[in-house]
Nanobody
Framework: QVQLVESGGGLVQAGGSLRLSCSAS????????MGWFRQAPGKEREFVAA????????YYADSVKARFTISRDNAKNTVYLQMNSLKPEDTAVYYC????????????????????WGQGTQVTVSS
């Protein structure tokens, strides 16, 4: 069992930056992937970024690859999402998620392959 808690969301103007944090507690799986997803009102939940917990492999949605950076600090059981050059279309609830085992590379992008989810943190970008 893993519990995830997101923090760092807020209201920023277009072009600004935010850093989201996701802290894991309970049983942790150091070799398993973690990811960030987001969901805007009236839209489906979409993949943002993912990272191998035990390695340096990272994955990004095309819409954020040039602007967002995912990283982790295993000693603190924490994953981060640095978001720069924010746009109004980035406005959404951002969710941290973790897999309990390795499902394959394609599973990084699929919300249905994540076993644990945080409650989400709101990010609002004004124009």
């Amino acid at each position: 069992q893993v519990q995830l808690v997101e923090s760092g969301g807020g209201l920023v103007q277009a072009g600004g930056s935010l850093r989201l944090s996701c802290s894991a507690s309970g049983r942790t799986f150091s070799t398993y992937p973690m990811g960030w997803f987001r969901q805007a009102p009236g839209k489906e939940r979409e993949f943002v970024a993912a990272i191998s917990w035990s390695g340096a492999n990272t994955y990004y949605a095309d819409s954020v690859k040039a602007r967002f950076t995912i990283s982790r600090d295993n000693a603190k059981n924490t994953v981060y999402l640095q978001m720069n050059s924010l746009k109004p279309e980035d406005t959404a609830v951002y969710y941290c998620a973790a897999q309990r085992t390795y499902y394959g590379t394609s599973a990084y992008y699929a919300s249905g392959k994540y076993d644990y989810w945080g409650q989400g943190t709101q990010v609002t970008v004004s124009s």
